[in-house]
């Protein structure tokens, strides 16, 4: 497991060890704050259009450049400020708002029980080594009688933070570009209901009817909020997946590590080979986009 270290500033210079951390040229990351919730920062992408005196194209500066601003799916695998521990995996930016709502406990199935070989923190000599103990956090559950999922919320009338965080998402920040009147083709809309500007009631709403869906799995907690449905942009998803031929642990990483740093929405796991709920895991706490599987064809 030993290429599942984070990746130094040497290495970000030459060969990569783990995954690729280095930004885009010619953009930089940017968060949009929220203001229902103050914890809600959401990143995006500043496009530099024109070059700049301020504009450093390569090192993953727009500054003062002419610009278009794109919601980012690569969580902060692009963002220089963040540090990059795949054993410790990502911040998990949704904890805080799930442990507000008072409607989850921790589950009684031990820590480190594993679904596949139940081994401790650490395998055999050449086994594939399970997420460190030491990372991992007790699995949440609902409580007797509640409901944790963005429908049930959105049904009670309530706007959570992850609503609020996907309503900032697909806006990409259009204010800038005047509002967002005028400026984009009319188009055809196929009898979708889609606003000029995205609200978080707007979303609120859209999930209570059924008609839209926010992947927000309260044991994925690093997960970004984003949405799917037919009045919301276009969503992209990546299938990856070991097989009985080979593939490891740390492609595998690599491989949702590249789908969402090209835009990938979500991922799915389509594992057939050995190992899967070790390989899962490791791509579970290093993804910011939602992961799924598709265990019967």
Same mark, same amino acid.
């Given at each position: ?119 401790? *923190?650490?395998?055999? @000599? ?5 997420? $460190?103990?030491?990372? !991992?956090?007790?699995?949440? +559950?609902? %409580? #007797? ?43 055809? *809309?196929?009898?979708? @209901? ?5 609200? $978080?009631?707007?979303? !609120?709403?859209?999930?209570? +009817?059924? %008609? #839209? ?85």
């Amino acid at each position: 497991m030993s290429s599942l270290e984070s990746p130094s500033s040497s290495e970000k210079n030459g060969a990569e060890k783990g995954p690729t951390t280095s930004p885009f040229p010619a953009s930089r990351k940017v968060f949009v704050p929220g203001t229902i919730y103050a914890d809600v920062h959401v990143p995006m992408r500043e496009i530099a259009l024109t070059s700049s005196s301020d504009s450093a194209g390569g090192n993953g500066s727009s500054e003062g450049a002419t610009c278009v601003t794109v919601y980012d799916t690569s969580g902060p695998y692009t963002d220089p400020n963040a540090a990059i521990d795949l054993r410790r995996g990502l911040e998990p930016v949704r904890l805080g708002w799930i442990g507000a709502r008072g409607d989850v406990c921790e589950s009684d199935v031990p820590a480190d029980k594993s679904g596949e070989t139940g081994r401790g *923190d650490v395998a055999t @000599e050449g086994d594939v080594e399970r997420f $460190p103990l030491a990372s !991992r956090r007790a699995a949440l +559950r609902a %409580r #007797a009688g509640k409901n944790v999922t963005q429908m049930h919320y959105a049904r009670q009338g309530i706007i959570t933070p992850e609503m609020e965080y996907v309503a900032i998402r697909e806006n990409q920040r259009r204010e800038a570009l005047g509002g967002g009147d005028g400026r984009a083709h009319p188009g055809e *809309d196929f009898g979708a @209901e889609i606003p000029q500007r995205v609200t $978080p009631e707007f979303v !609120r709403d859209e999930i209570a +009817r059924g %008609r #839209a869906i926010i992947p927000a799995n309260v044991n994925h907690p690093e997960c970004e909020p984003m949405i799917i449905g037919r009045n919301f942009l276009v969503k992209i998803n990546a299938n990856i997946g070991n097989s009985a031929l080979g593939s490891s642990v740390e492609e595998e990483v690599d491989k949702m590590v590249w789908a969402i740093r090209w835009g990938s929405d979500t991922v799915m796991d389509l594992s057939t080979g050995d190992k899967i709920h070790e390989t899962r895991e490791w791509v579970l706490r290093n993804a910011p986009v939602p992961i799924g599987t598709v265990p019967i064809y």
